[in-house]
Every structure is written in structure tokens, then in C-alpha cells.
């Protein structure tokens, strides 16, 4: 008797996902809770676990397919896996690999095939790497979550394969390959459209301008360097840069409360409370986590969630409900190093802070140059709800905060 898997509930207002990856293959045995594919929703990826145990049916959609919310994705048969080796037997002088030509024929043609190494079980960019760089799958060690192979372990062994001898006779069709200008068309994934969407969208709505300002970065680092072993030994945790800039952006917040306001319709909702998005990478791009009541947490309690969020977005393991709602985001494009930019709004938020790289530069201080660690603060902001004055405000406040931490323990 087969069981079909359905599309959970995925959040509110959130009615279809992408089938982003099989992680299981039709004969695959599944245990209970076992995730068996991964969808695309407008904000995270979503494991579908097995209801039941039994061996992996068969797919009712393929990669890259929208489905909406109790769809069928697949059925689980009864059984321990067993009956799956029957099916994997009939394959005659098989130890050969299938070949395989530009157009990618011959991968993930054998019924069955479900290890981690199997081109079916690859995820849609790492095949196009593994088509690409003409790599072998199973001969590549897989870094990835639970041994599976990336992108980076395709062109890693890309890089360290040796450079096939030229062919006698060459194929006329490898004539526009040499050239190099190839292309290659790829679909957006979902989490990809709508940040497209919601950022041109801030652009069409909001008045957006930006106000810039520098900060002296010297006594925090001179705050960290002295501290971060008593931290990290007492918290659990390495002290970082953004805790001080996230106390000290609910402080200034706290004093300009337009920035941390919003408008809807016809009115400006105040809130008396922080809830700071903050931007993390993940493998889907950027994505942005909420620190709810920030403004009621010490830098330690800022820190450890931090680094939560940015730990499970690599992972891929951020909840929904972890990434609505904020009335401010902070984005540090100084860990790629970005040395200045103009962030984009989040909406519904009027403001959103970009902190950028430390660079030494020379600065006047009591009528003399010094050399100073320097970062450029960038704060764009809707200018229907927040006049200049109140944004030059804000980032005087912070700066001020930043450049003498102890406002920070005293709350000044």
C-alpha cells in the first residue's frame, strides 16, 4: 500500500513552493521523518519529511516545478528497501558510465539511483556544474550536508583534474565553444524573484534617499581586542562588531522613532519596540532573520543569535516565521568588503542601515592627522516619513555611540 506525500502548510498567506531537490530516489528506503525533497518557498527552503517509513515511489513532479499546498509530490511504499534491489538488478553490462554529451543524456537515466554521488540525486546547479566541467560525480567527496556533493566540490576536482589529450579528429560543433562565449539560461529561483520583486517594488513606492556619515572604529576594537577571550570563555560565543552596532541602533531608535516607524495607507504606525532584520548569507542568496525586542537584549544575547541565524542559513534550516515582520535592518556589506553603497529599503520598513568595511585613513583629531580604523555608515531611509534632520540625527547618535562604547552600558 502506497502513501502519498503531500506540500505541508508552509506559512501564512504562502500558497505554492518550487520543487527545489529530490533527496530521495524512487527504491530509496525512508525512515520516518525523513526529509525525501527540498521546495523553494519566497523566503526559505523546506524539507518535506516522510510520514511513514517504507521505500521511495515515485515522483508525481520534477526539479524545478511550482507546487501549491496539498499537492501530491511523491508516494511511499511499504517495505524495508528491499524491494528496490530487483529493480536496480536488470542492468546489463552497466559498470560502464553512461555517456555523456553536451546536452546532458545519459545522467540520471538509470531507475533507482539515489546515492548522494548519483547525478539524480544532485541538486539542478551542481549537475549543470558536473555537465559543465565534464567531472564524474562519483569521484568527487562530497563537503555538504549529510555528504552531499556542491558546486565548489565539482569545480574543486574540475581544477585538479589533468587537461584531457586533443582529440585526432575534433568535432565541428567544439569550434563555438573555444570562442568563449557560451551562454546559458538558468530559471530564478523563487527566493531570487522575490527579492527582485520586493526591491523594485521599495524603489517604485518609497522616496528613498540615502545619508552617509563615518565612524571611528578605534575603541571598539580596542573594546574587543581587550575582551573577546573573558567573552567568548563566559558566553559562549565570539564577540563581534554587530552586537555593538545592534544595541547601539535600538538606542538610537529608541530617541528617533520615525526611523524605526512605518506607513500604512494613510498612516505612520509607531512601534515601541526593536525587532532587527539582519541580513545573512545563505546558499540561496541574502536572507533576513528577525532579532525580536533587540532593544531588550544585552550584546551577548545579540551575538549568540546572530550567529544562530547565520549558522542555519548556511544550512538552509531558518524558519519562516524567523523572517517577518522587523522594523529595521541592518546589512554589513564590509564582510565582502564593500567600502560604501546605498542599501535598498525593506518593506514595509522606512530605514535600513549599511555598515561597510574598516579602512585605515588619515583623520584630523585635536589639530592633529592620525591614522584611524574608519567605516562608512549608510543609512537610506523613506523620505514621505523621515525628514533629513531625523536621519542625520540618527546616524550622529550612533556614530557617538560606537566611537565611546561605555554610552552603550550607561544607556546615554
Known amino acids: 500500500m502506497a502513501t502519498e506525500v503531500t506540500v505541508p502548510v508552509l506559512g501564512e498567506s504562502i500558497t505554492e513552493a518550487t520543487l527545489g531537490e529530490w533527496l530521495k530516489q524512487p527504491g530509496d528506503p525512508v525512515a520516518v521523518d525523513e526529509p525525501i525533497a527540498s521546495l523553494e518557498t519566497d523566503k526559505v527552503s523546506v524539507e518535506v519529511p516522510s510520514p511513514v517509513a517504507g521505500v521511495m515511489g515515485q515522483h508525481a513532479v520534477a526539479v524545478g516545478d511550482t507546487v501549491q499546498v496539498g499537492a501530491m509530490l511523491a508516494t ?64 568527487v567527496k562530497g563537503t555538504g550536508r549529510d555528504g552531499r556533493i556542491t558546486k565548489e566540490d565539482v569545480t574543486a576536482a574540475a581544477s585538479s583534474k589533468p587537461a584531457p589529450a586533443p582529440a585526432a579528429a575534433p568535432a565541428p560543433a567544439a569550434a563555438p565553444a573555444a570562442s568563449g562565449r557560451g551562454e546559458e539560461r538558468v530559471r530564478m529561483t523563487r527566493l531570487r524573484q522575490t527579492i527582485a520583486k520586493r526591491l523594485k517594488e521599495a524603489q517604485n513606492t518609497a522616496a528613498m534617499l540615502t545619508t552617509f556619515n563615518d565612524v571611528d572604529m578605534t575603541a571598539v576594537i580596542e573594546a574587543r581586542a581587550k575582551y573577546k577571550d573573558l567573552f567568548e570563555k563566559k558566553h559562549g560565543v565570539r564577540l563581534g562588531f554587530m552586537g555593538f552596532f545592534v544595541k547601539a541602533a535600538t538606542m538610537a531608535l529608541r530617541d528617533i522613532p520615525s526611523v524605526n516607524a512605518s506607513i500604512d495607507g494613510d498612516d505612520i504606525v509607531y512601534h515601541d519596540y526593536a525587532d532587527i532584520s539582519v541580513a545573512v548569507s545563505s546558499p540561496g542568496g541574502l536572507v533576513v532573520p ?113 566611537e565611546d562604547p561605555t554610552r552603550i552600558l550607561i544607556d546615554l
Open 76 to 139: 511511499i511504499d511499504a517495505g524495508d528497501g528491499a524491494a528496490a534491489a530487483p529493480a536496480k538488478a536488470p542492468e546489463p553490462a552497466a559498470t560502464a558510465t553512461p555517456a555523456k554529451d553536451e546536452s546532458g543524456a545519459g545522467y540520471g537515466d538509470q531507475p533507482g539511483a539515489g546515492t548522494s554521488d548519483s547525478p539524480a540525486a544532485l541538486s539542478p546547479s551542481v549537475r549543470r556544474a558536473v555537465l559543465e566541467h565534464g567531472v564524474d560525480p562519483g569521484t
Open 290 to 402: 528577525v532579532i525580536r525586542d533587540a532593544d531588550q537584549m544585552s550584546v551577548a544575547t545579540i551575538e549568540k543569535t546572530i550567529g544562530d541565524f547565520g549558522k542555519r542559513a548556511k544550512d538552509g534550516a531558518l524558519k519562516m516565521d524567523e523572517m517577518k515582520g522587523g522594523t529595521f535592518t541592518i546589512s554589513n556589506g564590509g564582510v565582502f568588503g564593500s567600502l560604501m553603497s546605498t542599501p535598498i529599503i525593506n518593506p514595509p520598513q522606512s530605514a535600513v542601515l549599511g555598515l561597510h568595511r574598516i579602512e585605515e585613513r588619515p583623520v584630523a583629531i585635536n589639530g592633529q592627522v592620525v591614522i584611524r580604523p574608519m567605516m562608512y555608515l549608510a543609512l537610506s531611509y523613506d523620505h514621505r516619513l523621515i525628514d533629513g534632520r531625523e536621519a542625520v540625527t540618527f546616524l550622529v547618535a550612533l556614530k557617538n555611540a560606537i
